[in-house]
């Protein structure tokens, strides 16, 4: 019993090491935004999807395309545009002809949608019914065209991003389509010292080359992990507590009742558990903490709490909601 405890240790030992050189894998070309990367890795180690969303020129891309080459997986992105059709996503059928017979049948060429990382660039600049044919693969893992399944590669991740400030030709994600996200991630600008670097470090002729750091295989071991992690009950109910107090019709809030119509469901207590396991898994820990907690509340009900329309007048958040409640509950 103890030489299988000790080999566990030593594999997760081995396996935290490896999120630390993805971290300085990743710093090599982004400069600061530590946070924003830790969420990314929290996705990646709960086996979920992430929405990110910042202003142009904050380097989302860049980032899910450097953590894509630092992980030993195919990368695929998808420029979203307002002609992007649902064939164009998950692939289409073509009609072939078989030189020996003759014989003419139809043969599925599949689409980007066919990768282990996919970079949903811009989702917000294409149409719900494209919008839609994520849905199918970020739910179930896998595609069904004419009626035949075809799954998709595991581990497997979509990272889309949108720009806040562009309202023009662009579409919403419908709620019920963000709720499959696991995390809501918001890009700020960098400090003044790393706006410095950036400019330092991005307009010279140096490129710095971004090593595959880590396996498939390992990425899903580090999510089988991330399961095994306990958690007390004293905490599980804390995250009960205040998934249900986002709720108008059962919270005791005031503050939700005046400022929200919607509140979160069953899946934004199962995201921030998972995400706190896998947060402290990132930071080599194997029990949650209620800090863990606190860490994803936020990116966990950004999208989870709909409020209502005299709250953005007034311009208050889910994230003012979030607050008021991390403070009353914990």
Known sequence: MNEELASIEQEVTMLTDKIDALRVEIAKVITGQQETVEQLLITFLAGGHALLEGVPGLAKTL????????????????????????????????????HSTGKKFFKFNKGPIFANIILADEINRTPPKTQAALLEA??????????????????????ATQNPIEQSGTFMLPEAQQDRFLLYIKI?????SDETTILKNT?????????????????LRLQELVREIPISDDLIDKVSKL??????????????????SWGAGPRAGQAMILTAKASALAQ?????????????????????IITNFRAESEGITADHVTRELLNAIT
């Open 138 to 159: 970020m739910q179930e893992f896998k595609v069904t065209y004419s009626g035949k399944n075809y799954p998709l590669d595991r581990p497997f991740f979509i990272l």
């Open 63 to 98: 980032m899910i395309r450097t953590l894509a080459q630092a992980i030993d997986l195919k990368f695929k992105r998808i420029q979203f545009t307002p002609d992007l059709m649902p064939s164009d996503i998950i692939g289409t059928e073509v009609l072939e002809e078989d």
């Open 203 to 219: 307009t010279g002729t140096k490129k710095e080359i971004v090593n595959a750091i880590i396996s498939g295989e390992e990425i």
């Open 188 to 192: 700020g600008y960098p400090t003044e």
């Open 284 to 304: 080599g820990r194997l029990s949650v903490t209620l800090n863990d907690i606190k860490n994803v509340a936020y990116p966990v009900l950004r999208h989870r």
């Open 243 to 260: 998934v249900r107090a986002t709720r108008p019709e059962t919270t005791s809030s005031n503050y939700v009742k005046e400022w929200v």
